[in-house]
């Protein structure tokens, strides 16, 4: 029954969303007060191009025309992908309806700016291409599952400023989150960063569970079919620092949550963490 939940998280997801719709997880108003790499002219790793114009960033200049040409060529081989000429690129993973998503593209208008976003749930993907606030010239939505380690994904290598996981990583089986964090920060820039927000272990979502619900240590099987996990900050840590990321930022946000309607006070644990890629990397990653 376990491996059930494994090979079939996309199903429970997709029920998931096909009964909830985009009613979820609505309230953001943190997005960029707690993350303003989504904001607009953050400044983080932009690209200039003081000499010239271009894809190349002026990298071409002092070439004659031909070696230009050759060199351009080089640099193009991987051929365009959506959101090839954009100066910042942003990835959301397990995006949902898009909840960050629309959030980002509303309120960032640098010129850019492109954002991708994918999902493992099919339904979900379909609910954020079907949002009339869905501009292709601006984002790109697509199904991906990120436990997934040969799974291709639109973009190269390096190419991206930032990634982020708002409760996604606790979805998935902890036995494949370090290689979905480990490939997922060979697709950040150098200098870029991924930022997560996910539960905090002892978060009184954990502590609610019923003994039945309890799959392996600190993690759980909803009601739904869906699961999650309940990570500390040393476990992030650790998780980040395998992929090769400097810690910019980890902590913990401990808040009260009063639920007027259900008379409910929650006591919630949730886990922030901002870890960039180094500009130098070390030898054994190059290449
Ligand atoms: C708790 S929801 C959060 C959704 C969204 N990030 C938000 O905050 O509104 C978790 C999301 O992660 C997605 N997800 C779970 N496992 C995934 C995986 N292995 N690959 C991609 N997406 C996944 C689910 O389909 C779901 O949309």
Redesign the pocket.
């Known amino acids: 029954m376990h491996d059930d939940f494994d090979c079939r998280?996309?199903e429970f997801?997709n029920d998931f969303y096909t009964i909830h719709e985009n009613r979820f997880?609505k309230d953001r108003h943190w997005l960029f007060t707690e993350f303003p790499e989504l904001a607009p002219k953050c400044g983080l790793n932009q690209e200039s191009h003081p000499e010239g114009s271009g894809k190349d960033g002026g990298l071409l200049g002092g070439l004659d025309q031909e070696q230009s040409r050759d060199a351009a060529a080089l640099l193009h081989t991987d051929g365009d992908f959506p959101g090839s000429s954009a100066t910042y690129r942003i990835l959301?993973?397990?995006?949902?309806?898009g909840?960050?998503v629309f959030p980002i593209l509303k309120t960032n208008n640098d010129a850019g700016l492109f954002v991708y976003c994918?999902?493992?749930?099919s339904t979900?993907v379909e609910l954020v291409k079907s949002n009339p606030e869905y501009d292709p010239e601006r984002c790109f939505a697509f199904v991906?599952?990120?436990?997934d380690e040969e799974a291709s994904h639109p973009v190269p290598d390096g190419t991206l400023d930032v990634i982020v996981l708002?409760?996604?990583l606790s979805?998935?089986h902890p036995d494949k989150m370090q290689a979905s964090i480990s490939r997922l920060a060979r697709l950040l820039k150098p200098g870029g960063v991924m930022l997560l927000r996910d539960y905090g272990r002892y978060d009184m979502a954990q502590l609610r569970f019923k003994k039945g619900r309890c799959l392996s240590d600190n993690f759980y099987v909803r009601g739904d079919g869906t699961r999650v996990y309940f990570f500390t900050q040393d476990e992030l840590h650790e998780m980040f620092a395998e992929a090769g990321l400097e810690k910019v930022q980890n902590l913990v946000d401990r808040r009260l949550q009063v639920n007027r309607g259900k008379q409910l006070t929650m006591y919630r644990v949730w886990i922030q963490c901002k870890y960039r890629k180094p500009l130098v990397q070390p030898p054994e990653a190059q290449g």
């Open positions: 998280a996309n997801w997880f959301e993973v397990g995006c949902g309806v909840n960050t994918c999902d493992f749930s979900a991906h599952d990120m436990s708002i409760f996604v979805a998935l």
